[in-house]
């Protein structure tokens, strides 16, 4: 199915709802392949998944600081959803990332992908690196051995190929400089970031 503005009528003569919608998703394929679908289990075996020491949340970091420093953040604004990442090595940004979601795409969904994209560019550096984020959600969620989400499982794999990266949590928006940069960089990615394809959300399909 292909969204079109002209394509269906509102009953009561009301359409200004609809023509938000359709504004937003308009031109775009549908189809059940579109939505995320639960993933299998995980294939890594549960003696060899072991995040807990590599991943802290809750107001805990990583207690030593590395020569490069990664900030995450995911952003919705207006509808539009962005990803993205900096790298910081002796005070310069040194990698900036941003990617463009399509509307439907979720925070979640965005925080997940620029854990993913930083973690992959980190495996590049032969450096130990901490990689900062601001959402315990997220964080959370690659912990967990249980996770049905593709793109968290993608994350996990990721990370598990180097055990010289740490994840952990920071308080957004208290002047950190590599948090308030990602905040600003996920933004501007909701309208220039590189495009980026994920399934739909399942709750999606409940809009």
């Known amino acids: ?58 107001g805990q970091g990583p207690s030593n600081r590395t020569p490069i420093e990664v900030y995450t953040d995911g952003s919705k604004i207006n509808d539009q959803t962005g990803s993205a990442f900096c790298a910081i090595a002796n005070e310069a940004i040194t990698k900036p990332w941003k990617a463009k979601l399509i509307p439907a795409n979720t925070v979640f969904q965005a925080e997940m992908l620029d854990f993913k994209a930083a ?23 690659l912990k967990s051995f249980n996770v049905k989400s593709k793109i968290t499982q993608e994350a996990q794999m990721t990370l598990l190929e180097n055990a010289r990266i740490r994840l952990g949590w920071v308080k957004a928006h208290i002047g950190i400089k590599g948090n308030e940069i990602a905040d600003t960089l996920a933004k501007e990615a909701t309208t220039d970031g590189i495009p980026a ?3 739909f959300p399942k709750r999606f399909l409940k809009k």
């Open 1 to 58: 199915m292909t969204v079109r503005s002209d394509s269906f009528s509102w009953p009561g003569g009301s359409l200004s709802c609809w023509r938000d919608l359709t504004s937003l998703y308009e031109g775009i394929q549908f189809d059940h392949e579109s939505y995320e679908q639960p993933s299998p289990p995980s294939t890594i075996h549960p003696a060899l998944f072991s995040p807990e020491d590599r991943i802290s949340h809750g």
């Open 119 to 141: 973690i992959e560019w980190t495996n590049t550096a032969n450096e130990e690196v901490n990689i900062w984020s601001d959402s315990e959600s997220s964080l959370q969620a």
């Open 197 to 199: 394809s994920l399934p």
